[in-house]
């Protein structure tokens, strides 16, 4: 089992910017597949932004330019660095793990949702 901790989430005005993270109690194997999904309410879950185990990145159309994923291996730590927050990206952000990785990060994009390991989520606010 692995276990998904979130955090960094908060109330930002437009512009500005909030680093989440995500510490994973363990890597859930050596090809491997993470990511960010959000959940508006209201709307569908949407994956915002992915990472695999040779470091490829995707990203959705509507964070590109403004957020990034990073993994720092040693502590098993995932990171969501967003930037020139809009009040459209207000959400809860959850960080999610794959037990293993046969897809591109495109594909998991679509899959965050649905993976086995996913946390409890960080509140993001963005108010206008």
């Known amino acids: 089992q692995v276990q998904l901790v979130e955090s960094g989430g908060g109330s930002v005005q437009a512009g500005g910017s909030l680093r989440l993270s995500c510490a994973a109690s363990?890597?859930?194997?050596?090809?491997?597949?993470l990511g960010w999904f959000r959940q508006a309410p209201g709307k569908e879950r949407e994956g915002v932004a992915a990472i695999d185990s040779d470091g490829n990145t995707s990203y959705a159309d509507s964070v590109k330019g403004r957020f990034t994923i990073s993994q720092e291996n040693a502590k098993s730590t995932l990171y969501l660095q967003m930037n020139s927050l809009k009040p459209e990206d207000t959400a809860m952000y959850y960080c999610?793990?794959?037990?293993?990785?046969?897809?591109?990060?495109?594909?998991?994009?679509?899959?965050?949702?649905?993976?086995?390991?996913r946390g409890q989520g960080t509140q993001v606010t963005v108010s206008s």
């Open positions: 363990r890597k859930t194997s050596s090809r491997y597949c």
């Open positions: 999610a793990a794959g037990a293993s990785c046969a897809m591109t990060t495109i594909q998991a994009l679509q899959w965050l949702p649905h993976f086995v390991y």
